[in-house]
């Protein structure tokens, strides 16, 4: 029975049922804020903590990414290895289970897929899951080394060149409210608003009944928000729900894509970095 992804990196919850004690395979609860330590899991799942080891504290920004050597050290805690399969998910559906396959993909990792419509899918199907144990046994160390592929996650600077570039999108995957500067953020002192250049795409745009939108409808979303451009960078809150917008540009067909890992948590800082407010809403 082949472990390798169908359709790209989007699983439905049948194709996992019927892998899901295969040694090669790692399921990954990616579930952050009110998702994290849910009670139930997948039978098996392992805990990627986007909270805690698996975002890097010891910069000043929320759930950039760690270095590699202590992503190594991580993700050969959870068990990985360089020939296994990993299937990521979380309890909202599609949130920050994109998050850690982007991470992946950005370490070097590629044999890794999201559950389409994450835990909720899994249990409309009526399969299983078990209590979230608080002291589960550790699995067996992996043998994972991540190489890190330059260009997935970008930072400020390369951010501006791309606002600056017309063969590049900057897509901005919060509330069209908090694009527009009509609310307040979520994390205090940052300012209101969005890069100027950047155009908005919520992430919820892409997600149906908590699944990802078929191909073509995603084809015809980017496409509204990106026209011609085939370069796109991705902007959120602290570049979590930017990885959905990543999953569904891959799935739409875009190859030439990266993500702002500082994302509004960096750029609305107070700075001279400029901010645009009140401006249309595309999409």
Do not use: K
Not at 105 to 126: I, K, S
């Amino acid at each position: 029975m082949s472990l390798l992804p169908p359709d790209g990196p989007l699983v439905p919850a049948d194709w996992l049922a019927e892998r899901l004690h295969h040694p090669d395979l790692v399921v990954l609860d990616a579930g952050v804020g009110a998702h994290r330590g849910a009670a139930r899991r997948i039978p098996g799942a392992r805990a990627f903590d986007l909270d805690g080891a698996l975002s890097d504290h010891d910069g000043p920004l929320p759930h950039t990414m760690p270095g590699p050597d202590d992503l190594t050290r991580e993700l050969r805690a959870l068990g990985l290895h360089d020939r296994s399969t990993v299937v990521v998910y979380d309890g909202e559906g599609l949130y920050s289970a994109a998050r850690a396959w982007w991470m992946l993909r950005a370490a070097g990792f590629d044999r890794a897929a999201v559950l389409d419509g994450g835990l909720p899918a899994w249990t409309a199907a009526g399969l299983p899951c078990e209590p979230e144990a608080p002291a589960a046994a550790a699995p067996e160390p992996g043998t994972f080394t991540a190489r890190p592929r330059p260009g997935y996650l970008v930072d400020r600077a390369a951010v501006e060149a791309a606002l600056a570039d017309d063969g590049t999108a900057v897509l901005d995957a919060r509330s069209r409210e908090r694009y527009a500067g009509q609310v307040e953020e979520p994390r205090p002192g940052l300012r209101r608003g969005h890069m100027p250049g950047a155009v908005n795409l919520p992430f919820t745009d892409l997600r149906a009944d908590g699944r990802m939108r078929s191909a073509d409808e995603l084809r015809a979303l980017f496409a509204a928000a990106a026209g011609p451009r085939r370069r796109l960078v991705f902007s959120c809150g602290s570049g979590v729900t930017a990885c959905v917008l990543a999953l569904g540009a891959e799935l739409a067909g875009y190859r030439d894509l990266a993500v702002y890992d500082g994302s509004w948590s960096e750029w609305g800082l107070p700075s001279d970095l400029p901010v645009e407010t009140g401006v249309a809403v595309a999409g």
